[in-house]
């Protein structure tokens, strides 16, 4: 399970995200669509963006204490590519 508790994300005065929580159940495929920029990669990418506020954990390990622990127990596309059609 990954649990996403009161997760904000700030750039100065701007606020991308704002205390969202959420919980994914184990076997889960969760997507979080939204345009370049929207604060998508603070929540899902486990790590790559620090949050200002709040906290994650997957399965029990938090992502800041263990980032490669938290990591390897999730699966995790950070970006999709588009292939041109023949």
Do not use: H, W
């Amino acid at each position: 399970m990954i649990a996403i508790q009161y997760l904000s994300r700030r750039y100065g005065s701007f606020c991308a995200v704002r205390r969202i929580s959420l919980t994914i159940p184990d076997g889960s495929i969760f997507g979080l669509p939204g345009p370049n920029g929207a604060g998508k990669s603070t929540p899902v990418g486990l790590g790559i963006l620090k949050a200002s506020d709040g906290r994650i954990t997957v399965e029990g390990v938090d992502v800041t204490a263990d980032p490669i622990g938290a990591k390897k127990r999730v699966g995790y596309v950070p970006k999709a590519r588009r292939y041109a059609r023949p």
